[in-house]
């Protein structure tokens, strides 16, 4: 199948700070990005989507200006957290589907943990 | 909120198939059956898919019922790297989102 990275896998910031984490696809183009949280013993949510040169559409309840998402090119989307909260520590997962959209491949994750 | 239904947990012996099962009762006819595995700490891993054949691939088989309201997955030999929690979706591509329910923790146990 498709391979999608992430970077950094995990990371540990101060409560404050922004943490940009970075997902690819690194075989195949990916119209469309999504981004997905994970909290522990939970199932994947659904934070945003992105598609290539346009703004993210955010799901209901995810703030737009804390968590920045960026889809500049074909192979690369980024979020941002801004001004982390330890709240805000969580699983990470970015996924990308091609222009059919119909099947998404998901990177590894980001563990972040915000002290 | 999830549209599928799938039992909380299964156990497996190692070399045996495990089935997994699915029910997708409210499934529509341009919607496919997704299976996705997630192993410990990882991304969630694509598996299969399908419309309303039986389907298989170098990882596992989907069979798909006639009316298309149950399926179910078979690893036809579980390994104890198979040991995940399985995710069936019913999802339509381009016209929707993959939502994730809670899923099959399944234990491949030697």
């Known amino acids: 199948g498709a391979v999608v990275s992430q970077h950094p896998s995990w990371v540990i910031c101060k409560s404050g700070t922004s943490v940009k984490i970075e997902c690819r696809s690194l075989?195949?183009?990916?119209?469309?990005m999504f981004w997905y949280r994970q909290f522990p013993k939970q199932s994947l949510m659904l934070m945003a989507t992105s598609n290539e040169g346009s703004k993210a559409t955010y799901e209901q309840g995810v703030e737009k200006d804390k968590f920045l998402i960026n889809h500049a090119s074909l192979t690369l989307s980024t979020l941002t957290v801004t001004s982390a909260h330890p709240e805000d520590s969580s699983f990470y997962i970015c996924?990308?589907?091609?222009?059919?959209?119909?099947?998404?491949?998901f990177g590894p994750g980001t563990r972040l943990t915000v002290l | 909120d999830a549209k599928t239904t799938q039992p909380p947990s299964m156990d497996c012996a190692e070399g045996r198939a495990a089935n997994l099962p699915c029910n997708h009762s409210t499934i529509s006819g341009n919607e496919y059956v997704y299976w996705y595995r997630q192993i410990h700490s990882q991304g969630p891993q694509y598996i299969i898919h399908?419309?309303?054949n039986n389907e298989t691939n170098e990882m596992a088989s989907l069979i798909i019922t006639e009316d298309r309201k149950s399926s179910t997955l078979i690893l036809p030999h579980a390994t104890l790297r198979d040991t995940a929690v399985y995710y069936c979706i019913d999802f339509g591509g381009s016209q929707g989102n993959l939502i994730f329910g809670k899923g099959t923790k399944l234990s491949v146990k030697p």
């Open positions: 399908g419309l309303k």
């Open positions: 075989d195949f183009q990916a119209t469309t």
């Open positions: 996924s990308a589907a091609g222009l059919a959209r119909d099947t998404q491949y």
